[in-house]
C-alpha cells in the first residue's frame, strides 16, 4: 500500500528522472577534458567514450517503452533508477577507457529509459490544461541536471577531479529509487489493465474529484477503439503512419541541428576558439543559467503558445546563431573577438533550443501516439533520437579536426532551416485537447485520406 503523496511531489520524482537524464549527459563535457588527459584518449576515443553512453540510450529506449506497456510506468522507472547507481559508481571508480566505456554504456540504458517513460508518464498523470507544462517539467529537469553538471565541473576542475563528476550522479539515481516506490502507477495503463478502481482512485486524488468520471469515459472509449489491436502490429496501421512520420522527424532534427555538440562539446568548441579549461567550463556554467531560465519560461507558455510556434520560432533562431557563429570563426579565428562571439552565440542558440526544440520534442513525442502503443512509439522516437544522437557526438571531435569548427556550425545551422520546412508542412498543433482527442483525429484522419483516395464512384 503506498502512502499517499501530493500532486507536486509525484510531478516532481517523475521528473527527477530528467535531472539524471541531463546531469549524465552534460557532465561529460567538462570531465573529458581531463579524461583526454588521464587516459591518453585520441580524437577517435575521446567520441567513444563521449558517445558510448548513446549506445547504451538507443538500448535502453527501444525497450522501455514496451516493457513500460507490459509491466507499468513505474516498475520500468524503478529498473532505471537502479541501473544510474550502478553506472554512476562504475564510471567513477573505472580503472581504464574501456571500463569507463562499458559503464558509460550501462549508464545509457538508464538514460534511454528515463527519456523515453518521464515525459510518457507525466503526459499521462496530467490534466489536459497543463500537460504541456507539466511535460516540459521534464526538460526543466533535463537543464536542471545539465547546469548542475557544468557547475560540479567547475568545482572540481582545479583538482581535475573527473571521478567525482562522474560519481555524484549517484545522489539523485538513489533520490529517484527511493521516491518512486511512494508514487502511483499510470491511471490510463490501469484502465488499460482493467484496474478501474485503482485508476479512479488515483485520478480522484490527482484531480480533487473533478471531472474524473469524464476523462475515464474518454479513456475507455478510446481503449474500446484499440481493443483488437496493440503492439507491434498496430504500430504497422496506415492510421498511425503519420504519427510516426512525425516522431521520428523531430527526433532526428532535434539532434542533426546540433544541440548535443553543444551540450557535450561547449569547453571543447572554447579551447578551440583560446579560452583556458577552466575558463572554457566557467563558460559553460553561464550558458546552463540560460537554458534553465529560457526552459522554465517555455513551461510557463507552452500551452498558451502552442507546441509548432515555439519550434518554428526555434528553428529561426537557432539557425541564425549557428551562421554567425560560423561566419565569424571563419573570417576571424582564435581572437578573443572570436572567443566571445562564441559565447554569446552559443548562449543565443541554447536559449532558442531551451524554448522550443528542447521541451516540445518530448511533450510531442509523449502525445502524439495512441494509448495501446504510447511506450512502443515513444522507444521508436527516442531510438531515432539517440542514434542521431550517437552518430553527430561519433563524428563532430573528427569532423572539427578534418573541416574545421566554422564549418560544421554552417551546415548545422542548413540542418535547421530543413528542421523549420519539415514543421511546417508535417507538424499538427496538439494544444488544448485531450490525448484521447489527438488519437481520435489520427484516425478520423486517416478515415477522411481514405475516402478521398477512392474512386469517385465508390464514394457516392
Known amino acids: 500500500m503506498k502512502l499517499k503523496v501530493s500532486n507536486g511531489l509525484i510531478y516532481f520524482f517523475g521528473a527527477l528522472g530528467g535531472l539524471l537524464f541531463g546531469y549524465d549527459t552534460g557532465v561529460i563535457s567538462g570531465a573529458i577534458l581531463f579524461i583526454k588527459k588521464d587516459l591518453n ?22 525497450i ?61 498523470m496530467a490534466p489536459t490544461a497543463i500537460r504541456g507544462a507539466l511535460s516540459s517539467l521534464n526538460q526543466l529537469m533535463i537543464m536542471t541536471g545539465i547546469l548542475l553538471a557544468y557547475i560540479v565541473n567547475y568545482l572540481f576542475s582545479s583538482i581535475e ?21 511512494f508514487l502511483p502507477e499510470s491511471p490510463r495503463w490501469l484502465l488499460k ?20 468520471e469524464e476523462e475515464i469515459d474518454e479513456i475507455k472509449l478510446a481503449n474500446q477503439l484499440e481493443q483488437e489491436q496493440g503492439g507491434w502490429k498496430e504500430v504497422k496501421e496506415r492510421w498511425v503512419r503519420p504519427a510516426l512520420i512525425v516522431g521520428i522527424g523531430l527526433a532526428v532534427f532535434q539532434q542533426i541541428i546540433g544541440c548535443n555538440t553543444v551540450l ?12 583556458g579549461a577552466s575558463a572554457a567550463i566557467l563558460g559553460t556554467v553561464g550558458i546552463g543559467i540560460v537554458n534553465v531560465i529560457i526552459t522554465a519560461i517555455a513551461v510557463m507558455i507552452i500551452d498558451k ?30 581572437t578573443a ?49 539517440w542514434l542521431s544522437n550517437l552518430i553527430v557526438s561519433l563524428t563532430f571531435p573528427k569532423l572539427i579536426e578534418q573541416f574545421g569548427i566554422s564549418t560544421m556550425f554552417i551546415v548545422y545551422g542548413i540542418m535547421g532551416v530543413l528542421a523549420f520546412l519539415f514543421v511546417s ?16 483525429e489520427l484516425r478520423n484522419k486517416s478515415l477522411e485520406k481514405n475516402r478521398m483516395d477512392m474512386p469517385h464512384f465508390l464514394n457516392k
Do not use: H
Open 305 to 334: 503558445v502552442g507546441r509548432k510556434p515555439l519550434l518554428l520560432i526555434g528553428n529561426a533562431g537557432m539557425s541564425i546563431s549557428l551562421f554567425v557563429l560560423g561566419i565569424v570563426n571563419a573570417l576571424s579565428g582564435p
Open 264 to 275: 557535450y562539446y561547449a569547453p571543447t568548441t572554447f579551447t578551440n576558439v583560446g579560452l
Open 41 to 62: 584518449l585520441t580524437s577517435w576515443t575521446e567520441g567513444i567514450v563521449v558517445s558510448s553512453i548513446l549506445l547504451g540510450c538507443m538500448i535502453g529506449a527501444a
Open 337 to 385: 573577438a572570436a572567443s566571445w562571439t562564441t559565447v554569446i552565440c552559443l548562449a543565443v542558440y541554447i536559449a532558442f533550443f531551451s524554448l522550443s526544440w528542447g521541451p516540445v520534442v518530448w511533450v510531442m513525442l509523449s502525445e502524439i501516439f495512441p494509448l495501446s502503443i504510447r511506450g512502443i512509439g515513444m522507444g521508436i522516437g527516442s531510438v531515432a533520437n
Open 161 to 181: 577531479g573527473w571521478r567525482w563528476m562522474l560519481g555524484i550522479a549517484f545522489i539523485p539515481g538513489l533520490l529517484l529509487l527511493i521516491g518512486m516506490f
Open 193 to 212: 489493465q482493467g484496474r478501474e478502481n485503482e485508476a479512479r482512485s488515483i485520478l480522484n486524488q490527482m484531480r480533487k474529484g473533478r471531472g474524473v
Open 64 to 124: 522501455s517503452g514496451g516493457l513500460s506497456d507490459r509491466l507499468g510506468r513505474r516498475k520500468v522507472v524503478l529498473m532505471a533508477a537502479t541501473i544510474f547507481c550502478i553506472g554512476a559508481l562504475g564510471t567513477a571508480l573505472a580503472p581504464n577507457t574501456w571500463v569507463l566505456i562499458f559503464f558509460r554504456m550501462v549508464l545509457g540504458l538508464a538514460v534511454g529509459s528515463a527519456s523515453t517513460l518521464v515525459p510518457m508518464y507525466l503526459s499521462e
Open 425 to 440: 508542412t508535417k507538424v499538427s498543433e496538439t494544444k488544448g485537447k485531450s490525448l484521447e482527442q489527438i488519437e481520435l
